[in-house]
């Protein structure tokens, strides 16, 4: 089997260490910025709602837009960061923009299903621990977080390579054990995510969305480097 790899190296930038800090900074503010816009509909929905069991499957359904906005936030990270340090242009916006363009309907193909099981998890944590059991709790949050880390796999490959959604999610899982240095990687963004998001906001959270982006490019480096190993034609 033969795939695209839909990121490919910037253009040249200053070569300077300030330049180089400016470019990061500039980039990390802009996808930021376009990560919220592009969610903004759920998230502004998601902010009148209260944070009651019994609203899950709207939370989940306000998080949706999250998906692609994510995974076209990957793509331009990966532009990025696969560039050398002085080939780094300033339009993080234009591959941002490609990225949503190529990945949102792959992204959002594994997406909305893994949002709908988080909200049946979700249930089972907050409510039917309380009926069954805390072993029943206890084994629907661990679920809950294998899934996530399993997501952060699927959207890396779903953003940079033009696979068949089941082939996402089969590769996704694959690599959490083939790559565990990655899996632990995105193993640990999920529990700083949740632990931030109880000690302080969730608000705190999004706004670190593109830098837990970065870091999830940065260690997913090594499943990247496999797959376009063995998946992607020498001349793409």
Known sequence: MTVADRSTPASEIGRGPLS???????WALVIELLIVLTS??????????DRSVSNAPLVALCLVPLGPALGAATYAWRAYLVS????????????????????????????VPMLVVLALLAVDVLHAGAVVGQGWAVASLVVAVALLVWAGNALVLSSLFAFRTRDVVRLAAYYLAARPVAALGNLTLVVLGATLATVTTDRLVLALATLAVA??????????????????????
């Open 20 to 26: 180089r800090w400016s470019a990061a900074v500039y």
């Open 40 to 49: 903004l509909p759920g998230l502004l929905a998601l902010a009148l709602l």
């Open 84 to 111: 050398p340090p002085d080939q780094r242009d300033l339009t993080p916006a234009s591959w941002f923009w490609r990225g949503y363009r190529l990945s949102w309907r792959d992204v959002l193909a594994w997406w």
């Open 215 to 236: 870091s999830l490019v940065r260690t997913a480096t090594p499943v990247v480097a496999d797959v376009t190993a063995r998946f992607t034609s020498p001349t793409d």
